[in-house]
């Protein structure tokens, strides 16, 4: 069976990129910057560590 652990959502408007991201372990947290760059870097570094920090399935 599968199951859903994490989904990234990327919005955007005149003035910010957004990222929605929803998992298990971190619940819902959301990045906004000017810059599309910056927001997916601190999507991918909170993911790296919270994956890297989670127990083995």
């Known amino acids: 069976m599968e199951e ?3 989904s990234v959502e990327f919005l955007r408007s005149r003035e910010k990129v957004t990222a929605r991201v ?3 372990a971190g619940g819902v947290r959301e990045y906004s910057s ?3 760059a910056d927001v ?3 999507v ?3 993911l ?3 994956f890297e ?3 083995p399935s």
């Open 4 to 6: 859903l652990i994490l």
């Open 22 to 24: 929803v998992s298990e």
């Open 34 to 36: 000017s810059r599309s």
């Open 40 to 42: 997916i870097e601190q």
């Open 44 to 46: 991918v570094d909170d």
């Open 48 to 50: 790296r560590e919270e």
């Open 53 to 55: 920090s989670a127990p």
